[in-house]
Each structure stands twice: as structure tokens, then as C-alpha cells.
């Protein structure tokens, strides 16, 4: 009986596995391998590939698959990061309208595009809402809340909110705050990469002009003197001031202190450069020249007068003001995001990154080297040194950071900060906005900003692709699964609003010293840059079976072995000595 229900149980599987290999078009019509051999190649063909929809990585370095096995979870890390993006995802019906967004200020939502970009069809209807309500200033709104919350137009001054009681809601803009225009660029730019829609760059670029013109030049943005964007005495990019009345008033005072934050501006430097990549696919070149000069300018303004000579300093004083603590040497969360827009040099990055790590090797937590201000005051707005972003730690800065670190020749160090927060994030059950210095959950915020920006570090970083422009045409692809020693992956990301996709396999034999990667998708063209690993030796590569013609980069001690345009359907393979 034992050995019937073996049988039994095994052609029970037998036919699991088989339905599983057919395509959709054969479950419809019936046709089963074997009884139709019109169809047998396509069938042999399906079950070959093995080829899944949607986004996804899969790696290969698994000790189970028990939910009780938290120490290799880059197998769950994007699956994760998914679910933090999703625990957010909000509907509102802004009238007959309905209005899709993470959470409900364009700040979190156009951080959040990052990650959901890979499996939500919906990129535009919040963003289009704040760009069709532009004001006639130039600014944008910022959230969208129902009227019973101050969040609607409460906090400030009229002129910074639209109310619509028809629908119960009202648009609103935090007065202090001084990112929102160059968020806004970042989030047409991602939105016309997952959609390739020229018309809609068009339609938004005078828009989006005239919110940056609004940036660098209105009194209460601007600063004349050292050409910078300014805001009220905030910590980074935050939406209060440490007065009382903050709570509910987020105007800008007369008697506000002021000051120039590294993170607008360095923000502001990335969407100037974005503005001269839109305006050049658009064919206005003149307009593209423009803002690369103005970018080129700004560089120069932020590094000579916001560098301390190891990171920014987190403010820039306009004022006499004093809070216990000397902002030139306070690391501020932005510090990890200034790494990947563009104004540091190699060194400087370098210099940011070790300062970040070297807040691990002082306190000694797990998580402690994603602190997101120290030293802090010794108390802001009523929250205490630790409290919130008063130093609290913050898995958004572990991912910017983690990005950094695969960018800027520390791979190794990238993959442990996945690692770790993936360790955290497994046994908690998800991903908290902030933690204690304990390692507890403390909340605050939302958790989609969180993930997205660890999948983004998962994306870019580790599994190493980057969209050079639109719709994965032209794909720049460095895998660094070395770096995090794992054996063989699988990467599938698609933007879900247009079906644009990229697909590559990954294994490493270390006993043959052998890389193998293997293009799915098809580009227009696709650069390879294989991270080698740490002690190899000379390197040579072959595509499709026939010597490849290749070169060798170096990123700090980093090797990268480079093959400029690949094929479609290549399949590489890298021997090293």
C-alpha cells in the first residue's frame, strides 16, 4: 500500500509539474505533450524558458524555504520591499476622479516611484493632478487630503491650498517646504522612462520649468547671496520647525531661522540635468544646453560652499541662531542620497560612505550606521537625541547608502547593508520607517518610501540595471552578485504600465573560475559590466561560444570586466584566471 501511494503521489506530481510548463494558449485548447506533435517544439520550446510575467529577482543562495530561515533573505528581499511599497497604496475619489498614490504627498509618492514603477500600471494620475493645479507662483501642491485634516490647507496660508468641497478634499502645500519642484521633475522623468511618452514630456516641461524658475527665485526659496535654495530651520527635508506652534502651523515666519540645506540643492542639481535630458529627447537643444550650464554652475556653488571637507553639512546658516549643536558637522539623512545625484566626485562619495560606516564601528548596533542625523540635538520639536528624525534609524537611508556603496566601489559593503536589513525586515515580518536604537519599531511614517528605496538599491545596485532612457531601449547592466556571493540569480523587471521589460540570468562557477550571463530580452542596445571577484586574475570573454573583444574598468580596486554592445540573446561567459 505505501508503495501505491508513492506511485500514486508521484504521478500526481508529474502531472502538476507538466501543467505548470504549458502556455496559456495550450491549457485553452487542450493540447497535453505527446498528443499533439504539431505543437510538440512549441511546447518543448515553453517549457525550456520557463519564462514568468511581471518583476521579480531570484537568487540562487537558499538554505530553505521555511519562513524561520531569516540569514540569506535576499531570495524574499524584493517580495519584501513589494509589500512595504503596497501596505501604502491608497485610492482617493478626488470627485468623479480616482486618484492613486503612495501615501498622499508628492514627496513619498515620487520616492516611492522607485519600486512600484516595476509592478503598478497606474504612474500618472496623482502627478497629473498636481501638475494640471499648478499655481500661477509656479509651485505645486504637495498632498492631496480630505478636509477634515489639517493636512488640506490647515497649516498654512491660503495662497498655499485649494480647497474643493464639492469632492471633500483640498490640495495643499507645506510653506517651508523646498523639494517639491525638483521632486516633480524626477517624477515626470521616471514616468516618461516606464512609458516612452514623448507627447507627455511636451505637454509637462513648461510646467515643470516653471516650478524650478519658481525655485530659484522666490525670496522666501531662494537665497541671492549664495545663490542656493533656503528653508526655515527644518532637520533635512522635514515638514516642522522645533517651535510649538509647528505642530499645526507650517507657515514661514518673519522670525523664522533660516538656513540652506544640502539636500534641496543637490536635489535641485539632479533635476536640472534631468530637465537637459528631457529637453534633448524632445529635440530642444538650446533649452537642454541651458540647463546643463546652469547645472555645471550650481555644482560648483553647492561643493564650495555646502563640503565640509568629509560630507555636507547639514545647514548652511542664514542666521545667529544656536541648537547645541555645530551643523557643520552634523551628518544629515540627505548626505546618502547626495551620493547618487551627481554633484560628489569619487572621493567624496567615498568620504560619505565611510562616514556612514564608521557610525556602525562607534556604537556598535546592527543597524547603526543608518542613523539619520548624529550628532543630534540634544532635543528638537520635544523629541529627544534618538526620537524620530532626530537621529532614529531609518531603512531609507540604508538604501540610498547601499546604492552608494555598489556605485562607488564598495560592493561588498552594499551587499551587507541588503543583508542586514533584509535579516531585519524577515524577522519582523516587514519594514519599519524608523527604529530605536534597540532596533525597535517606532514608526512614523510610511513604509512604501522605505522599500522602494531598498529596491531600488536591490534593482540598480546589486542586480545592477540601469535604464539609460526609456522603456529599457538602452540598458546599461553590471551585475554585482559577486559581491554578495551568490551562486546563480534570475532578474525579470517589466514596467507594468507599458509591458517594457529586461531579463538576464546570472550564475558563477567559482571551481571553473566562471561567470556566465545570459541575455533574455531584447534591447537596442545593452552594455555589460561584470563586477569580477576580489582576486582574480586575468579575465577573457566569449559571447555565444566565439572570443569577445573586451576591457577592463576599475572602480576604486573594484575590477569590472566591460563588453560595450551585446547581442540579442548573448550569452557570455567570463573565465578568469
Request: charged content about 25%; some cysteine.
Amino acid at each position: 500500500m505505501k508503495r501505491c501511494r508513492k506511485l500514486h503521489a508521484s504521478r500526481i506530481c508529474g502531472l502538476v509539474i507538466t501543467l505548470l510548463l504549458l502556455s496559456p494558449n495550450d491549457l485553452k485548447s487542450g493540447t497535453v505533450p505527446g498528443k499533439d506533435e504539431g505543437k510538440k517544439s512549441q511546447t518543448i520550446e515553453a517549457a525550456n524558458t520557463h519564462r514568468l510575467r511581471g518583476s521579480f529577482i531570484s537568487t540562487g543562495n537558499v538554505r530553505n524555504a521555511t519562513t524561520g530561515c531569516h540569514d540569506y533573505p535576499l531570495s524574499l528581499l524584493f517580495s519584501m520591499c513589494r509589500a512595504a511599497i503596497e501596505s501604502n497604496n491608497r485610492v482617493f475619489m478626488y470627485g468623479d476622479r480616482p486618484i492613486r498614490v503612495n501615501l498622499n504627498w508628492v514627496r513619498d509618492h515620487v520616492l516611492t516611484m522607485k519600486g512600484f514603477r516595476y509592478f503598478e500600471p497606474d504612474m500618472t494620475s496623482f502627478l497629473d493632478l498636481m501638475l494640471e493645479n499648478q499655481t500661477p507662483q509656479g509651485f505645486f501642491f504637495e498632498i492631496i487630503a480630505p478636509l477634515t485634516d489639517g493636512h488640506s490647507g490647515d497649516y498654512g496660508p491660503d495662497y498655499c491650498c485649494k480647497r474643493t468641497p464639492e469632492n471633500g478634499f483640498g490640495l495643499a502645500r507645506l510653506e517651508l517646504e523646498a523639494d517639491i519642484e525638483y521632486l516633480m521633475v524626477e517624477g515626470v522623468y521616471m514616468i516618461w522612462q516606464a512609458t516612452g511618452n514623448d507627447k507627455y514630456l511636451r505637454v509637462n516641461l513648461p510646467r515643470l520649468e516653471k516650478g524650478l524658475r519658481y525655485l530659484t527665485s522666490d525670496p522666501k526659496r531662494w537665497d541671492k547671496t549664495y545663490q542656493l535654495v533656503k528653508r526655515p530651520r527644518t532637520i533635512d527635508t522635514w515638514d516642522f520647525l522645533d517651535r510649538a506652534s509647528s505642530s499645526t502651523d507650517r507657515s514661514i515666519h518673519p522670525d523664522d531661522p533660516m538656513g540652506i540645506m544640502h539636500g534641496d540643492n543637490t536635489g535641485l542639481y539632479q533635476a536640472e540635468r534631468l530637465m537637459a535630458k528631457m529637453y534633448r529627447r524632445v529635440g530642444q537643444k538650446k533649452d537642454a544646453a541651458r540647463w546643463e550650464q546652469e547645472a555645471v554652475a550650481l555644482r560648483e556653488r553647492i561643493n564650495r560652499h555646502l563640503w565640509n571637507g568629509r560630507f555636507y553639512k547639514h545647514f548652511l546658516r542664514l542666521d545667529n541662531t544656536d541648537y547645541g549643536v555645530d551643523e557643520t558637522w552634523q551628518l544629515s539623512l540627505s548626505n546618502a542620497s547626495d551620493i547618487n545625484r551627481g554633484t560628489v566626485d569619487f572621493d567624496m562619495a567615498r568620504s560619505i560612505i565611510n562616514e556612514y560606516r564608521s557610525m556602525r564601528s562607534k556604537f556598535g548596533g546592527e543597524l547603526d550606521d543608518f542613523r539619520n542625523l548624529e550628532p543630534p540635538y540634544p532635543v528638537f520639536m520635544k523629541r529627544k537625541a534618538g526620537q524620530y528624525v532626530n537621529g532614529a534609524i531609518a531603512p531609507f537611508v540604508a538604501g540610498q547608502l547601499a546604492l552608494g556603496a555598489f556605485e562607488f566601489g564598495e560592493e561588498k559593503y552594499g551587499a551587507d547593508i541588503l543583508y542586514r536589513i533584509g535579516r531585519k525586515m524577515s524577522r519582523d515580518g516587514k519594514v519599519a520607517f524608523l527604529y530605536s536604537y534597540k532596533g525597535e519599531d517606532i514608526g512614523g511614517g510610511p513604509r512604501c518610501w522605505c522599500g522602494a528605496e531598498l529596491m531600488n538599491a536591490m534593482v540598480v545596485g546589486l542586480a545592477g540595471v540601469r535604464d539609460n532612457g526609456a522603456l529599457f531601449k538602452d540598458v546599461t547592466i553590471s551585475p554585482r552578485w559577486v559581491a554578495a556571493n551568490e551562486p546563480k540569480t534570475h532578474v525579470r523587471l517589466e514596467y507594468a504600465v507599458s509591458g517594457a521589460e529586461i531579463e538576464y540570468h546570472f550564475a558563477h562557477d567559482k571551481a571553473k573560475r566562471r561567470l556566465a550571463f545570459n541575455l533574455v530580452s531584447k534591447h537596442e542596445r545593452v552594455k555589460l559590466r561584470m563586477l569580477l571577484p576580489e582576486g582574480a586574475g586575468k579575465a577573457t570573454a566569449s559571447i555565444n561560444g566565439a572570443a569577445a573583444k573586451s576591457q577592463e574598468e576599475m572602480v576604486g580596486k573594484s575590477r569590472y570586466l566591460t563588453i560595450a554592445s551585446l547581442p540579442q540573446g548573448a550569452r557570455v561567459e567570463i573565465s578568469y584566471e
